[in-house]
């Protein structure tokens, strides 16, 4: 019996403890204010250059690679856009783009 009440006294204190003070919360965590030395610049403005193209045939294939060879993903419509991959480079008149979460390659003499 001793025991139990050391254990629900104890359990009391802990509790008693935890109660929080009107005005602080328990769990409170204020972050050091940034020094001169240690603040970051914001970025006032940042610029992406987006190339896109608009199909203009009636349906384009949207191909694994570029030949008209290569396995088709699906088949584009006329006025889906597509944005033109930047890092990989054109072979030919064969352009790698990304439609939606695809990516691809589109012959673009039907693109504009």
């Known amino acids: 019996?001793?025991?139990i009440f050391i254990l629900l006294a104890s359990l009391f204190m802990t509790m008693a403890c935890a109660v929080p003070v009107?005005?602080?919360?328990?769990?409170a965590y204020t972050a050091p204010s940034p020094t001169s030395d240690t603040a970051m610049p914001l970025a006032t403005s940042v610029t992406i250059n987006v190339l896109q193209c608009i199909v203009t045939a009636t349906n384009l294939n949207l191909r694994k690679g570029p030949s008209t060879n290569a396995m088709v993903d699906i088949v584009?419509?006329?006025g889906d856009v597509v944005t033109i991959d930047?890092?990989?480079?054109?072979q030919g008149n064969w352009q790698r783009v990304f439609y939606g979460d695809l990516a691809g390659w589109i012959n673009t003499n039907y693109c504009r």
């Open 76 to 78: 584009l419509n006329s």
């Open 86 to 90: 930047q890092n990989t480079p054109a």
């Open 1 to 3: 019996m001793r025991k």
């Open 22 to 27: 009107p005005g602080r919360s328990l769990y």
